[in-house]
């Protein structure tokens, strides 16, 4: 080949390799803006609710997008990565930055789904032991798991129980250090979601809920939308000045329909540690948990930390939350 060919050889391949360069960083960049439009506008179609859990992962797709358009000089759509990133940074910068702990009497709430009754109840047991906790709430509680649940050392420590088992995943629970009153079963929900009153230390009158609307996906993402919804209207319409809500949302920050329930004074315990995301579900495969379902949030109190760890048989990394009354 001659000295002319090659270099036009060469110039071609330049050019096809510049070409996708550039084609992948607008991708990326692409990636990335849609990433925030799932994170501000609610979605509510099967494929929007589900690629909104992966909200986190798309924004850092703007990482390499910056990378590969500086290489090839495309500045514009640099200074648009520039922004998308920052924009992206600020959408996940609540869960950063914390709130300082307002010191008072501790609270430890437990919260563990064990899959269709399947989770290893003893490792939730022992996590409440360690952790002194005050309360203890379950999803998907089958009978044969609250027996399990009955026949270990739990009511020694949480003696009052408020359980309405189920089949599949239906089954809620709610286990406390303290007379629970006032307990009532919420209407319209596919799973049961339970809510009872407790006298807990330096937080009288708190109101408990154990939550766990119905998955968007693989069912109706729309009856997702309705639940969720119906949860927001139920909690904001508590009169109780300390509320906890424990559960599985099958939510996560990024859909816009779980931040509408912190309002009204409602905070996530994960913002309010800084803890980041804490990715909980799922963990029966392995690569490990890649989304943050499960949550504790409290009106009236500040959670100081939150743990998770695994229960051997669940597909659900269980959570440790301590809160403090303000």
Known sequence: MRTGERLAHRSALFKIVYFVAVVLGWALLAAAIGAIWLHYFPG??????????????????????????ALTRRWITVVLTVIALGVGIWTQAPLLR?????????????????????????????????SGAHLLTIEEMTPAALDRLR?????????????????GGVGTGIFS?????????????GLNNLRADVDLPGAPATTVFAVHPIPPYPYDPARWVREIKL???????????????SGDFNATWDHAQ???????????????????????YPTNHW??????????????????????FDVPGSDHRAL???LTAR
Do not use: C
Not at 231 to 240: G, N
């Open 98 to 130: 914390g709130v300082a702990d307002p010191g008072g009497d501790r609270i430890t709430v437990v919260q563990a789904n064990i899959k269709l009754g399947a989770g290893d109840v003893d490792a939730v047991v022992a996590r409440v032991r360690s």
């Open 258 to 280: 779980f931040r509408a329930l912190l309002r009204n004074g409602f905070r996530d315990a994960t913002e309010q540690v800084g803890g980041r995301w804490h990715f909980t």
């Open 44 to 69: 509510r179609g099967r494929v929007s609710t589900a690629a909104a859990s992966a909200v986190p992962l798309l924004i850092g797709a703007g990482i390499p997008a910056l990378v590969i358009l």
């Open 177 to 189: 250090r303290y007379p629970l009153r006032n307990t009532a079963q919420l209407t319209d929900f």
């Open 151 to 167: 026949r270990t050392d739990l009511r020694s420590m949480l003696p009052y129980e408020f359980a309405v088992p189920g089949t």
């Open 320 to 322: 440790e939350v301590s």
């Open 231 to 245: 949860l927001r209207d139920t909690l904001h319409a508590s009169p109780a000045e300390n509320v906890i809500v």
């Open 287 to 308: 690569y490990g948990p890649l989304i943050g379902i499960d949550h504790v949030l409290a009106r009236g109190l500040t959670a100081v930390s939150l743990n998770t």
